[in-house]
């Protein structure tokens, strides 16, 4: 599983969720470090966001629970393509 974000304005931030599909399998939005997942708990996605804004916001970068990010070149990720045809559309 990874997480590919997008910038959508200024303080909002998607999220997009993917498994081997190339659909995300769930869309959630973090406006202002406030996201919107059903979770009850703190979450960890404004941390993995954090993440994302350090490496300076690559586009069509997916980054795991782990911390650990792919780069579109040279991941051996299948589905990576089309994580890059979503986060260009
Ligand atoms: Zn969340």
Redesign the pocket.
Known sequence: MVYVFRRLAPKRVELAKFEDRSEPIVV?N?VAGR?D?P?RVP????KLLDFWMELGEPIGCAIDEYKNYYPFIDSEFTEMRKILEYVSS
Do not use: V
């Open positions: 959630y973090i996201c997942c979770s979450c960890k996605h404004p």
